[in-house]
């Protein structure tokens, strides 16, 4: 499958907890986005990273999430100290240097 | 301001029926691309088309037809002949000029067509 990966597809935290997505993209794009989509609402970009570069972060990103991509290969999204508003739709997507997204299938979290 | 409005929040249709979902959008860049996308319940939005600011020309591809519209700020979907496995939401998305690409979304049309 040259697709692109999210792990895990579902996360159920408590409150105050620490969690961390991964997103694997498709191998020959160098652009990898974050979005967030809460329910009944479009995806709302989070970040971006151009290789290893993150480029543009939202004001949606507090100080509690960070991203992180070494080596231009796959990403990983942490949220410290996580709360009840945080739980949503984390979606990654990949692609090469233009608006042709490949998404994956998203990681949802819950907090409780 | 830059924005995309999809009026209908829910559509539903019997199978076989045609069905037009609405999107209207706002910027002030000359250049710029609309994309569809459809997300079904499983999750993963999936690409549908892609369409730039100097393409007015409207496309079909099989049962999908887009109607784009500059004098109106419109970029309108239709599905012909609709069938159960069309039943997903439906995002109308603007990627504004900039090298970011970063798009920016509707709320989403959520369609259900029954048997």
Known sequence: DTGVSQDPRHKITKRGQNVTFRCDPISEHNRLYWYRQTLGQGPEFLTYFQNEAQLEKSRLLSDRFSAERPKGSFSTLEIQRTEQGDSAMYLCASS???????FGSGTRLTVV | ?????????????????????DCVYETRDTTYYLFWY???????????????????????????SWNFQKSTSSFNFTITA?????????FCALGPAGNNRKLIWGLGTSLAVNP
Do not use: C, H, M
């Open chain 2, 1 to 21: 301001a830059q924005k995309v409005t999809q009026a209908q929040t829910e559509i539903s249709v019997v199978e076989k029926e045609d069905v037009t979902l």
């Open chain 2, 82 to 90: 609709s069938q159960v496995v069309d039943s997903a939401v439906y």
């Open chain 2, 38 to 64: 459809k997300q079904p319940p499983s999750g993963e939005l999936v690409f549908l088309i892609r369409r730039n600011s100097f393409d007015e020309q409207n496309e079909i591809s099989g049962r999908y």
């Open chain 1, 96 to 102: 090469r240097d233009g608006y042709g997204y490949t």
